[in-house]
């Protein structure tokens, strides 16, 4: 999302949520920002996974959300 030229990635996630009330989502960054706890609160985001990451764990995140039948991560 740093390369966006007119939108980041929270207000992408904003914009998404307002699109897609239900959909479950998964933040991705490199900077291990508290306020991503917030986002998690608010139920902007479903869970986060910091970069980088392997892509069995991306995995596992994605098994998890998609068990959690739209329920808050454990």
């Given at each position: ?15 998404l ?58």
């Amino acid at each position: 999302d740093r390369l966006a030229a007119e939108i980041d990635g929270v207000t992408l996630l904003r914009i998404l949520k307002r699109l897609l009330p239900s959909a479950r989502m998964i933040l991705a960054s490199g900077h291990a920002n508290p306020i991503y706890k917030e986002h998690e609160k608010e139920g902007l985001i479903t869970c986060f996974i910091a970069k980088p990451f392997r892509s069995e764990s991306l995995l596992m995140l994605v098994h998890r959300v998609l068990a959690t039948r739209g329920l808050p991560p454990a």
